[in-house]
Structure formats: structure tokens, C-alpha cells
């Protein structure tokens, strides 16, 4: 581990294994969820979705529903004309269309799931009844769906405003791959396939909102990730200043990054609220939940590598189609994941030579958008996969490759084909470390006797590396203007003593309530148990966004250093005065301030007493507020990285894949809460095992849904996780304040990668390659009788 600067000299609460504060009350079910909320006079929205995938609206008669039981109003997009602005997902990208995002669709459906119309009554139940006798003539346009045949020229066009269907297309090139393949004595290439996934939160999407008629103001409490950034879309949709809309994120079961964009529902229930002057619902179920919010790992990608004979990388090249669904999704843009995919395909790796090509295109399906992970889980199985087959038509060993071509420490900061720089981290360590605890050369000669036996047993490794907590000189999203580089913190202490953390970040099983505590008591010299931490506000802080793409203990945790480091200075300059001591000499810990080497000590409570309550016993500049604002950018990021190895065997006659065993081994930087750690790695790890084996959004040929249910679209249960070691080096971030890196989307990253290697190694013997995922038992069982009927004389 690298020597820590001062700021890390006294590890006390900050590294503990706390257990979450949050966890009371969500096990107790005391937990308050938007759907839990109960306001006088709420009315209930049901909405008539579109059941084409392409179609024009002819017309729409709504006059039987209007007159149905418990009706109060129905609307269309011509209602909501004059109330709603449209929104754009703009990018300084060239290359790249804009698709306009309404509440209701206008003109045109493009997916089935678009909300068409919104009925609004006194319960679910009427609205829900009524939609029924919702009459709508569609003229039914050519289908859009299938993306390879989307970017062919004279294609139906799904935006005809655009003039394609390629909404983005973006190239990135270092070196002369060229000629470096053309003198490359080897050559390996693939065409790669990851399938559509949905987030699956185990909280569906929810908002209500309320209008104050006297002030013309607005609260939305959704289901959301982005509070603050819902808050500055709705201001610009509904004309109305920041100041008079509030969007709180309250307890939130699960994002994944499907609650991390801003929905046509949520522009609804807004401008509707604010038109009947009355509180406004809408609950999605698990149909709507599939059907239309946004998916992610789309793509389809034609990569090759060369190498030399040694196995050395010498250029690599790709074309990535990315089938981004029929929408630009707000604010991320359709360049969200396809762009990502390319950004990091060279992953850890030294790649002197690179062209990566990428398309984004529209097709008939519901829009992608932020999934755990974001392009990189593509980027790391389409690279590991291109390392494997390397090795084995090298005859080098999977672990041996990757140590030849794996970026040194001597070499960082390094930065990759495609821009991206590498700050630092332990690629090799992290592959060392993982095939130390798995026993990977013991578990090499123990898969030579499963072979012998007849057993198809496989070993997969993944490397990969992420750039986490960004900050204000790079998009989260390609090219997107808005800043999501800083975060504010706001510390207070108050008459009573009792500490207040107020953030801009949206918890939604982060546990951060609990890191971010952490983090103020360590350096304000406070008792964890004194602190409470408010987030998912949008008025708790100016320009606060929420939780995303790995960012908040970086961002957050910088922020709550800064701040609780002012009140910390603020606190012993006022017990200097009381203790007559100089505030040098003072100590703040577990709540107490102390003068060193003495028993003479006050708490933060007596200090508050004194500042707010008792009159003369300090002096005017001693009486200054107990609170600190403060802003933090990491300015670039940081760099996080791990390996994972996987072990499965595949059941000859069932074709299902079993997991046996499973090594994390992550380089994440300091750790607040080892706890909470582990468990943010397990989860992304069976969030990762799902989209290696199980999951997996399927569109018929007329663009029609066909798992639109937990019966079709399969998820893992605990029975499918395997068992877990994980290992981290805790090396201390060089670029971020307090040390840390993100982690929250490793697991997803590497899981996928290490599993279809290990399906690959397992099946080798006969000649199978695992270039598609999920790896389900149907297209195992199609691999493998292809493989037999190729062998047969």
C-alpha cells in the first residue's frame, strides 16, 4: 500500500466495519417509499400505452372514457401541448440527433410501452378500467427492429426528422492500426454479441406530485436517482424557477442506473398536478417496469487483435453497433453506452495501435439507457473473450497472456488509445492477488482430471479497469454539457449538539447514509451516532445531482471532508475560549474536545450551548454559525480496476452452466466501510452472473415484448450465486481527495467476462467459442450439437 498523505494518518471510524444505519427501518418495514406516500385528495394516473412498435396516430377518441365512473380528466400529447415544453438531451457531439422527450407521444409510436395517453381519476382502479374504452386508429409503419438492418440505406426511418436511423456515430483512433495489422504474424477476431438486460429494481418506478397553488409550486417525490437533475429538467419543461420545484428521492428499492434518467411519467404527473391544482399519482407495475423503462447492453460488436508471437498486443480494432432503442434518453443521450463500449475496449492494457468505430442506432424497442456498469461490461467481455482465444491459439496460459500485456505500475499514469488516462492502480497486483486466492495452478491440474473424466469444468479470468468518480473536465456521458463533475456538502451543528450532513447525492441501497457519516464524524471529531445525513433532495443543496456512474463516496465523501474539516476549525476555536486554551492544543474525538495531556475536556454540545444559547461567555468571533458549504471536484476521476475468476461446470444433459466458485480481487482505493464494500461487490457480481447466464430482453420480429414478466425474463436467486472471495488492495487514490475510488459497477463489469470465458474453457475440448450472451442452456445446447455435427466423419 502507498504511504497515505497526513489526511489519512489517524484511520478511526473511517475503514470500520459499521453496520448500516439504514438498515433498521428498511428490515422493520418502516421504510418511506414514494408509493407509500399518502396525500389528501390524491388523484391516480393510469396510462394507455402504445401496443404498435411503429405506427402513426390517426386519430384518438377518449369521449367514453371521459364520461367513465371516477373520471376526472384524460389527456393526450395535444392537451399537454401548451403545458409542457419539450425537452432535448443535447451533445456537443458532432454526428450526433437529438430526440425530443414528451410526457405523451406526439404524431408517432415508436415502441410498445410508449405512454399515449394519461387517464386521471379518483382511484387506480377507475383510471385502469377506463383505459379500456381509450379508442386509437394507428396507421402501422414498416418495423424498425432489427439495428444491423436499421443502418442500411433507404431503411425505414424511425425519427424521419433525422434522415437516419444512426443518431450517433463516433470514432476514435490512435497509432496506425493499419499497418500494424498488416505486419502482425497474429490475428484474432470475433463478432461479439451481449443481449438486452433490464435493471430489474425490486422497486418499480413511482412519482406523485403536489402543487401549491398560492405559491405555484411544485413537489415530486420519484423513485429516482437524480433529484437534482429531474429538478433543473422540469424548471426548463414547466417554465417554473428551481427555487419553486422540489424533487425528493425518499427510500428507493434499487436503481441501477434504470432510475438514473428523467421519464415521460414524471414529466406527467407534473404538469398535470399543476393544471388541476390537485396532488397527482402514478405507481408502474412490473409489466410497465419491463416494457418502458430503460434497458441496457445493446450492442453488437466486430472486434480483432494482433499480436505477436509471444503474445504481445500490437493493434486492435472494432465496429460496434449499438442498438439504442427508439429515444435519446434524457440527459445522458444515446451516445450513453455505445460510445463507452469503444472508450474502453483497450481496457488495462498496453495497445499502442487502435481504430474503434461505433454506431448508435434507433430501432423499435424502449430506450437504453445507464445500466450497472455502462458499455464497459461489453468492453471487458468482447477484450477478455479476444485475450483467451489468443492465449489458446498461442498455447500461453489465459493468466500468463494478460501479465505480458497488462500495464505496469512503473508505466502510470498511462493513457489508452482512446484518451482515457489510467491515474493509477493495480492491474497486475489485482490478477495476482485473485489467482493466489483461488489457487488458480492448483485449479489448472484439477481441471485436467475433470477432463479426463468427461467433465466439461472451465476457469475464466477478467481484467478490467473503470474510470469512477468523475470529475467536471469529463461527460459522464460523451459530450453531454452538464456537469456532474462536483458535489456540495453542507455541515451543521446545531443548538442541541446534533450534527447534520446534507448532500446532493440520491441514496438507493448505497448505504450511504452510513459512509458518508463515516466520513463527517472522522473528520470532525464527532460520534458517528451524532451525525445524520440527508440526501436525495433537491433542495438540500444549489446543484446537487444524485447517484451515478460510481461517483458519490468519491465526490460526496471529498465534499464532507472539506466541510466537516470548517466546523471541526470552527468548533476548537470556540473551545479554545471556553477550555482557555489554544485551540492548537485541543483534540476533537468521539464527540468530546480535549486539551491534550490534560482531563479538561467539553463536548460538542457544551460548545453549541455556548455559541447559539448562552449569552457573554464568548467573544464575537467566536460566536460565528457551527456550518460549513463546500464544494468538491476530483477535477478528472480516478482509476479503479480488478481481476475476477470464475469456475463452472456445465451439465452434459441439462446444458445449465453452475458457477462453482468465484475470486474478486479490487483495487478500489481507501476503504470507508469494509462491510458495505463487500456487499456492493457481491451484488454486482450476481447482477453479473445474470447477464452472463440468464437474462436477457426479448423482441419478437413486429417489435413485441415477449418477457415482459419474472416468468420470461429470468433473474438469479441466491441459488445461482456462488460463493465469493473477494480480496482489495486499498492503494490509496493519487487524484482524490481522502483516497478513494468507486466501486459500485465492478462487479457487473468482470463477472460477465470471467463466466463466458470459463463457459469457453469448459466447452474447448470441442472447439466452441462463447461470443454471445447470456450464455443460456437453449444456445449452449445449439453450440454444442453444431460442434458434434461438425465432428461427425
Not at 21 to 32: F, K, W
Not at 130 to 137: G, K, M, R, V
Not at 712 to 740: K, N, R
Request: glycine letters at 10%; one cysteine or more.
Amino acid at each position: 500500500m502507498n504511504d497515505a498523505p497526513e489526511i489519512h494518518a489517524r484511520p478511526k471510524i473511517v475503514g470500520a466495519r459499521i453496520k448500516r444505519s439504514e438498515d433498521p427501518r428498511l428490515l422493520t418495514g418502516v421504510g418511506a417509499y414514494t408509493d407509500d406516500r399518502q396525500v389528501m385528495r390524491v388523484l391516480h394516473v393510469a396510462f394507455r400505452r402504445s401496443d404498435q412498435s411503429h405506427a402513426r396516430i390517426r386519430a384518438v377518441d377518449c369521449a367514453a372514457a371521459r364520461m367513465a365512473p371516477g373520471i376526472v380528466a384524460v389527456f393526450t400529447a395535444d392537451d399537454l401541448s401548451d403545458l409542457v415544453k419539450p425537452l432535448v438531451a443535447t451533445s456537443r457531439m458532432a454526428n450526433y440527433y437529438a430526440t425530443p422527450i414528451l410526457p405523451l407521444a406526439r404524431g408517432k409510436v415508436r415502441y410498445v410501452g410508449e405512454p399515449v395517453v394519461g387517464i386521471v381519476a379518483d382511484s387506480r382502479y377507475h383510471a385502469e378500467d377506463a383505459l379500456e374504452l381509450i379508442a386509437i386508429d394507428y396507421e402501422p409503419l414498416p418495423i424498425v427492429i432489427d439495428p444491423e438492418q436499421a443502418v442500411r440505406p433507404g431503411a425505414p426511418l424511425l425519427h424521419d426528422e433525422a434522415g437516419t436511423n444512426v443518431i450517433v456515430s463516433r470514432e476514435f483512433k490512435r497509432g496506425d492500426p493499419e499497418a500494424a495489422f498488416a505486419s502482425a504474424p497474429v490475428h484474432i477476431k470475433g463478432r461479439f454479441r451481449m443481449h438486452r438486460k433490464s435493471p430489474v429494481a425490486i422497486e418499480p418506478r413511482a412519482c406523485i406530485a403536489e402543487y401549491e397553488p398560492g405559491r405555484d409550486a411544485l413537489t415530486l417525490h420519484s423513485a429516482t436517482q437524480v433529484p437534482g437533475i429531474i429538478r433543473d429538467a422540469l424548471s426548463s419543461a414547466l417554465d417554473i424557477p428551481g427555487h419553486r420545484i422540489r424533487v425528493v428521492s425518499p427510500d428507493v428499492g434499487g436503481g441501477f442506473g434504470g432510475k438514473g434518467s428523467l421519464y415521460p411519467e414524471e414529466i406527467f404527473v407534473c404538469a398535470v398536478a399543476r393544471h388541476l391544482r390537485r396532488p397527482v399519482k402514478w405507481t408502474g407495475d412490473r409489466l410497465e417496469d419491463f416494457a418502458a423503462s430503460s434497458q441496457g447492453f445493446d450492442e453488437i460488436v466486430d472486434a480483432e487483435l494482433a499480436l505477436d508471437n509471444d503474445g504481445r498486443i500490437l493493434a486492435l480494432q472494432a465496429d460496434v453497433i449499438g442498438d439504442v432503442g427508439a429515444y435519446s434518453i434524457y440527459p445522458w443521450t444515446a451516445a450513453l453506452e455505445p460510445v463507452q463500449v469503444v472508450s474502453f475496449l483497450p481496457g488495462p492494457y498496453r495497445v499502442q495501435n487502435y481504430r474503434g468505430r461505433v454506431q448508435a442506432v434507433a430501432t423499435s424497442k424502449a430506450p437504453t439507457g445507464p445500466y450497472r456498469g455502462v458499455g464497459r461490461p461489453i468492453s471487458a467481455f468482447v477484450m477478455e473473450r479476444l485475450m483467451d482465444m489468443a492465449a489458446a491459439k498461442l498455447g500461453i496460459d489465459a493468466k500468463d497472456i494478460r501479465l505480458r500485456n497488462l500495464i505496469a505500475d512503473d508505466e502510470l499514469p498511462y493513457k489508452v488509445a482512446s484518451g482515457i488516462v489510467w491515474d493509477k492502480s493495480g492491474f497486475q497486483e489485482c490478477l495476482h492477488k485473485a489467482c493466489a486466492a483461488i489457487g488458480y495452478d492448483a485449479l489448472r491440474a484439477k481441471q485436467k482430471q475433470a477432463r479426463a473424466a468427461g467433465r466439461w469444468v472451465g476457469i475464466g479470468i477478467a481484467c478490467y479497469a473503470e474510470l469512477t468518480g468523475i470529475g467536471s473536465r469529463i461527460s459522464v456521458a460523451p459530450g453531454m454539457p452538464i456537469n456532474t463533475g462536483t458535489e456540495t456538502a453542507i455541515v451543521r451543528i446545531d443548538s442541541t449538539g446534533a450534527i447534520t450532513a446534507t448532500f446532493g447525492i440520491a441514496s438507493h441501497g448505497q448505504g450511504l447514509e452510513t459512509t458518508l457519516a463515516q466520513v463527517v464524524a472522522e473528520h470532525l471529531g464527532a460520534r458517528f451516532e451524532d451525525i445524520r445525513v440527508l440526501q436525495g433532495d433537491s433542495s438540500g443543496v444549489a446543484g446537487g445531482t444524485g447517484t451515478y456512474a460510481s461517483r458519490s463516496m468519491v465526490l460526496a465523501g471529498g465534499a464532507a471532508t472539506l466541510a466537516a474539516g470548517k466546523v471541526r476549525e470552527k468548533v476548537l476555536n470556540a473551545a479554545s475560549h471556553l477550555l482557555e486554551a489554544s485551540a492548537t492544543d485541543l483534540v476533537a474525538e468521539d464527540g468530546k474536545i480535549s486539551v491534550a495531556g490534560t482531563d479538561r475536556s467539553i463536548t460538542f454540545r457544551d460548545v453549541a450551548r455556548a455559541v447559539y444559547a448562552e449569552m457573554g461567555r464568548l467573544p464575537p468571533d467566536a460566536r460565528g454559525e457551527l456550518a460549513a458549504t463546500e464544494t468538491y471536484d476530483p477535477v478528472f476521476g480516478t482509476t479503479s480496476s480488478a481481476t475476477h475468476i470464475a469456475v463452472v461446470e456445465i451439465d452434459p444433459e441439462t446444458y445449465e452452466v453452475r458457477v462453482e466458485r468465484f475470486a474478486v480481487a479490487e483495487d478500489c482505493g481507501r476503504l470507508v466501510n469494509p462491510l458495505i464494500v463487500d456487499g456492493q461487490v457481491h451484488g454486482g457480481v450476481a447482477q453479473g452472473v445474470g447477464a452472463a447466464l440468464y437474462e436477457e430482453v426479448v423482441y419478437d420480429a413486429q417489435g413485441q415484448i415477449t418477457t415482459a414478466s419474472l416468468v420470461d425474463y429470468l433473474v438469479p436467486s441466491a441459488c445461482e450465486i456462488p460463493p465469493m472471495q473477494v480480496m482489495h488492495l486499498e492503494s490509496y487514490s493519487p487524484t482524490t481527495l481522502g483516497g478513494f475510488r468507486g466501486l459500485g459497477e465492478g462487479g457487473t463489469i468482470g463477472a460477465p467476462a470471467a463466466i463466458a470465458n470459463a463457459v469457453a474453457d469448459a466447452l474447448a475440448p470441442l472447439g466452441i467459442e462463447i461470443n454471445e450472451l447470456p450464455a443460456t442452456p437453449e444456445r449452449l445446447f445449439r453450440l454444442i450439437e453444431a460442434a458434434r455435427a461438425r465432428a461427425k466423419p
